[in-house]
């Protein structure tokens, strides 16, 4: 089994990057890491970089997960293989790239790509950001499956998530006590499903309601509450499709022995305790 340590970055092509940057710092709040002639690192706490968006194909999507070696990476390169997946070992430029020392790339049995990363590099200056939006982090992603229990199997069995919590089939999936990090929800099509940074409280939640509101950055859920992670939530629309979330509040899991994952239904109530409903495709029967 592959222990991973944490989410690492979400890489995303883009149809404009002009666009995609200004999004990512005046409207999401991330700070410029770096910026090339055809991409942009963005920050959003002490990682050296949390999202890419790069000149490509908006379907072309990345998420990666940190191991804890490169030894670790060779033994999860052979735990992909055996699962009969193609593995492809990063070249130097693509590390550096990645700010890591080394990773492999494999598409998970949905289609889903995925670096696993070892000696990735934290910033060296603290994080400022591109607005006030209370962000204090990078903390999980959504991911389309077109098979949820076999998906589900691939990322508990063999890369050592556990289920938290599961709505209808979709399973809420940690790797750490963080409720969840990874979030399946079947789709018809491969691809990041939403990207999500916490913020500090429940009055960043709101005050980025009024500001999205004010910009014209379409609302499509919340604000709400997630009577599966408690999390106070609000999620809109960012470039190519991209969905974006803000949360705070969200629980923990400290006593992995007994935790017993929850069954919810697929319906509105299991997304949001307050009524809120989602205007989201894999959030609707």
């Known amino acids: ?6 989410i690492r970055y979400v890489r ?6 002009e666009q995609a940057v200004s999004y990512a710092t005046d409207i999401l709040g991330l700070q410029v890491a ?19 968006y790069f000149d490509g194909d908006p379907r072309d999507h990345t998420a990666a997960f940190e191991v804890e070696s490169t030894a670790a990476l060779d033994a999860a390169a052979a735990e992909i293989e055996a699962q009969r997946l193609p593995v492809r070992r990063g070249t130097r ?26 000696g990735a590099d934290d910033a060296v200056h603290p994080y400022e950001p591109g607005r006030a939006a209370g962000i204090t982090g990078f903390s999980h992603i959504g991911l389309r499956t077109l098979d949820a229990p076999r998906d589900e199997a691939f990322w508990t069995r063999v ?7 599961r709505i209808g089939t979709a399973p809420l999936l940690r790797i750490d006590p963080v409720h969840h990090k990874i979030a399946l929800f079947p789709s018809t099509f491969a691809g990041v499903q939403h990207v999500n940074h916490q913020v500090e409280s429940v009055d960043d939640v709101m005050r980025a309601w009024y500001f999205l509101k004010q910009h014209g950055v379409r ?5 709400g509450r997630h009577p599966t992670s408690t999390a106070i939530f609000l999620y809109f629309d960012g470039p190519d499709g991209m969905v974006y979330e803000y949360s705070t509040g969200v629980r923990s899991i400290t006593d992995e022995a007994n935790h017993q994952p929850r ?21 609707r029967n």
């Open 93 to 118: 430029a693509e590390c550096d790239a990645r700010r890591c020392l080394d990773f492999i790339h494999f598409k998970d049995p949905s289609g889903n790509g995925i670096d696993l990363v070892a």
């Open 219 to 223: 609302i499509v859920f919340g604000p």
């Open 34 to 52: 770096e910026r090339t002639r055809g991409a942009c690192w963005f920050r959003s706490d002490t990682r050296d970089h949390t999202l890419v």
């Open 159 to 165: 890369c050592s998530a556990r289920v938290s919590d």
């Open 1 to 6: 089994m592959i222990p991973l340590r944490d």
């Open 12 to 17: 995303l092509g883009t149809a404009n990057l």
């Open 263 to 283: 069954q919810f239904p697929f319906e509105p109530a299991s997304f949001c305790m307050w009524g809120s409903r989602p205007d989201i495709p894999e959030f």
